[in-house]
Structure formats: structure tokens, C-alpha cells
């Protein structure tokens, strides 16, 4: 905290008049403090006040705009230094035991020279144009020239207004990369990973600080066959040079999900899931417990399970974090992929989530699942495998694979979980649905990896 305060809020108010501050304020501390407590101690619970309120939320503060309201203060605290320029200095002269022509002249003369050097100060500070300062700008006309607007954007959080302002475009539906305090190399990797299943070209914008590793086909391990990466413009963010803000471009070539133009076919005679084609309706004493399961948690939407069809075999995942409001889930008989009944899933906003999973495997496996979109708007399809050790009841859950599900098109996505994912001393997994938006879902199926 105490490095931030003094290395990077200075810089944001202008160096010369943060120094003159905190010299004034010292000056007022030592020789003012009796002769006028009122102003002394005005002037210190206020700068007091001002500096720990912005320090408790100094992540604010990494915009200029809010540590700059502290320039008022600054501003009187080098007054202060001014006025008291020559007092200061006979106090020095007189500690020191200095005796010497032109003593008396010389601290008449000190206020007026600091006076002057902060006014020329402030003056060129004001008129000096920054070279550095419009990157935001310059970046998105850079990615203007490329891009256009069904392409993905991908911002990093502290950036996403200014990005989106800039571009004049509305971005509801932005994926930001999270970089914490995490590396560009990490962040980027990990978006890209997220990335690899989401058809089109994918733009994204990231800060690199100098020396850090700089994301690369090579640094990110890159599997150059699933896709392309390449760095397109890149400026620095100030005259020090040390960050850079680069706009890169990551096209996959999406190996885990088709788009599907044919019949759906039968599942596979060696599928070990044997409830995929969503054909059994769950009933009798498997629906009851179900039902009391959601009226303990007070699902009220699912409280009454006579008013709809859900499928057996499966869990959906419906408790007291999305009981306010929980997506709509039913076996519905209009426009089936495959067979009588398909699953259909509204999970679009301000509904929460689909969640639903199926039973446990301790084997590798391929999956295959059918899915159509529906709605206006692109869904998502999120894999997880929810890996267990069942003796120890101990639990971890892995991204396997996101998808983007556009409107009114089929996709047949399909994946392999083997042996070598497995974590540690987990011996079971499940596959675990995660939706976001409206789609159908059909013929999901299991089917052992041969060795």
C-alpha cells in the first residue's frame, strides 16, 4: 500500500506539486502547528481523510481521474510552502549555527524563486502534449482497420469501457480476460483455451509490462493445427515504455464442433450412458424425490413436476443459489432432433444457468451430443468433467470445452476425456452441461476409448 501511495499516485498529480505537498505538510506540522491549529489540523484531516478513504479502494485509483481530486489539497499544502518558505529556512539556518552575509536576503528571496518554479511548472505541465497518452485510440482504429462488426472482442477488465467507447460500438456480450494479477502469458493462454471451440475471427486486446514473457504460439504452447495466432499492432501506454497495450488475433479452426446439415443418427450400440435420447420421462417414486428435493429448497417454479417433463437418468442442478430464478427446463415434443422428445433448455438472462449432469464412469470415453440454438441471439454450451473420488467424497470439476451455439443451427460436438486427465486420485467423472441461453439438446452419448 505504502508502495502505491508513494510510487504511483505522484505521477497521476503531477510529481513537483506531490513533493511541495508533503514538504508543506511537514513544514506545517513542525513550525505552524501552534501558531494556527485551526488551519493545521483542517488541512490534516482533510488530506488525512482523503488519502485512507482512496487507499481503502485504491483498485479505484488505478484510473487518474480518482486520484486526482487529491490535487486540491496539494495545491494548499504548497501554498503553504511557499508562505513559509522563509521561515523554514531561518529555522534551518539557525539549527545549523549558519552566519553569513546576505542570510536575511536570501530567505526573502527563496519564496519567489519556488513560487515561480511551480507556477512554470504547472504551466508546462499543462501545455505539454503526451505522445503516449491517446494508445486507447490509436488501438481501436488499428483494430478497425481489421476487424468488423460480427467479429469477437475480447478486452482486458480495467479497459473494457474505454475499448468499447472508442469503437462506438455496444459490446453486451463481451468476454473480458482477467488478468488480476495474473501474467499476460497466463491470461491470454487461458482465453485462448476457452476460445478454441467458438467459430470466427477473435480479437483481443491485453496489457504487456516490460520483461514479461509475450504471449506467443510457442510461449502458449500453441497447437498450431487447432488454429492461428498472430500479434497485429502493439503501442506503448507512456514515455517510460514500460507497458504496451496489443491488439492480437487468434482464428481456431474449431475440431470439436460441426455444423450438422443431415439426419441425426441412432446412438452408437457400445454407449455406456443409455439415457442420451431423452425418450423415458421420469416418473413414480424417482420424480417424487425429486419434487421434495425442490420444495425443501423452495424452487417454487419446480414444486409441482406434474406441470412438466423432465427426463430420467438425469440431475439438474436447481438449489437455493438460482431458486429466484431458475431456468426453464422441458422434454418438448415441437421440432424433436432425434426421436419423440429432445431436451429443451431457456437459460437466457436474467435466468440463471442450466446445469444438468448424468451418471458416473471410471472410464475414458468419447461423448457426442446433437444441440440446435434457438432464440435471437448465440447461446453457450459449456462441458465440464466433474471428476470424483467416491470413497473419499471428494470432488473437482475440469473445463473441458466451450461452444457457441447459433440460432436455428444444428451442431453435432463431440470430445474425449482419457485416462491421462484423470486428477490425481480421482477415479469417476461425469459430464456436466453447463447453458447459457435457449437450445435443444439430443442424443448424448458415451462410448468407451480403446486403449
Known amino acids: 500500500m505504502l508502495k502505491y501511495l508513494f510510487h504511483t499516485v505522484p505521477p497521476m498529480l503531477f510529481e513537483a506539486l506531490a513533493i511541495t505537498a508533503l514538504i508543506g505538510f511537514a513544514v506545517l506540522l513542525t513550525l505552524r502547528k501552534k501558531k494556527n491549529p485551526v488551519l493545521f489540523w483542517s488541512l490534516t484531516g482533510v488530506v488525512l481523510f482523503m488519502i485512507v478513504w482512496r487507499l481503502s479502494v485504491h483498485s479505484l485509483m488505478l484510473s487518474s481521474r480518482y486520484a486526482q481530486i487529491i490535487i486540491y489539497p496539494c495545491v494548499i499544502l504548497s501554498a503553504c510552502l511557499c508562505m513559509n518558505t522563509q521561515a523554514l529556512f531561518r529555522w ?13 536576503d536570501i530567505c526573502k528571496f527563496l519564496p519567489t524563486v519556488l513560487f515561480v518554479s511551480l507556477f512554470f511548472a504547472c504551466i508546462g505541465k499543462a501545455l505539454h502534449v503526451d505522445s503516449y497518452g491517446n494508445f486507447i485510440e490509436k488501438i481501436t482504429t488499428a483494430y478497425q482497420k481489421y476487424a468488423d462488426s460480427k467479429d469477437h472482442i475480447h478486452i482486458a477488465e480495467s479497459e473494457h469501457h474505454r475499448i468499447s467507447w472508442y469503437l462506438k460500438r455496444k459490446i453486451s456480450d463481451v468476454q473480458v480476460i482477467h488478468e488480476n494479477n495474473s501474467t499476460a502469458l497466463s491470461a491470454i493462454s487461458k482465453t485462448v483455451q476457452e ?35 498472430e500479434i497485429l499492432e502493439r503501442f506503448y501506454t507512456s514515455k517510460r515504455r514500460n507497458k504496451e497495450i496489443i491488439l492480437a488475433r487468434y482464428r481456431p479452426v474449431c475440431p470439436d464442433i460441426k455444423e450438422w446439415n443431415k439426419p441425426i443418427p441412432e446412438l452408437p450400440a457400445d454407449d455406456i450412458l443409455k439415457v442420451g435420447k431423452f425418450e423415458q420421462i421420469r416418473a413414480g417414486a424417482a420424480l417424487k424425490s425429486l419434487e421434495n428435493y425442490y420444495k425443501k429448497n423452495q424452487i417454487n417454479g419446480y414444486c409441482d413436476l406434474s406441470k412438466r417433463k423432465l427426463p430420467n437418468g438425469w440431475w439438474f442442478v436447481l438449489s437455493s443459489w438460482n431458486k429466484d430464478n431458475p431456468p426453464e427446463i422441458n422434454l418438448t415434443e415441437t421440432n424433436p432432433l432425434a426421436g419423440k422428445y429432445s431436451l429443451q433448455l431457456d437459460a437466457r438472462p436474467p435466468l440463471s444457468p442450466a446445469i444438468f449432469s448424468g451418471a458416473y464412469f471410471n472410464k475414458p470415453c468419447r461423448y457426442t451430443f446433437f444441440v440446435r440454438g434457438g432464440g435471437k441471439q448465440a447461446s453457450q454450451v459449456q462441458i465440464n468433467a466433474y471428476f470424483g473420488n467416491i470413497k473419499e467424497k471428494k470432488y ?27 486428477p490425481q486420485g480421482f477415479q469417476n467423472f461425469c459430464l456436466q452441461f453447463v447453458v447459457r441461453g435457449y437450445v435443444t439438446v439430443d442424443q448424448i452419448s458415451a462410448t468407451p476409448l480403446k486403449k
Do not use: C
Open 396 to 422: 473437482t470439476s475440469r473445463l473441458w470445452g466451450k461452444f457457441l451455439i447459433h440460432p436455428g443451427k444444428v451442431y453435432r460436438i463431440d470430445g474425449e476425456v482419457p485416462y491421462n486427465k484423470f
Open 92 to 104: 534551518i539556518f539557525r539549527k545549523l549555527k549558519l552566519n553569513f552575509p546576505y542570510r536575511k
Open 195 to 229: 476460445l478454441k471451440n467458438f467459430e470466427g475471427n477473435h480479437y483481443l486486446f491485453f496489457y504487456l509490462k516490460k520483461k514479461e514473457t509475450e504471449p506467443s504460439a510457442q510461449t502458449m504452447k500453441f497447437d498450431k493445427d487447432s488454429g492461428s495466432w
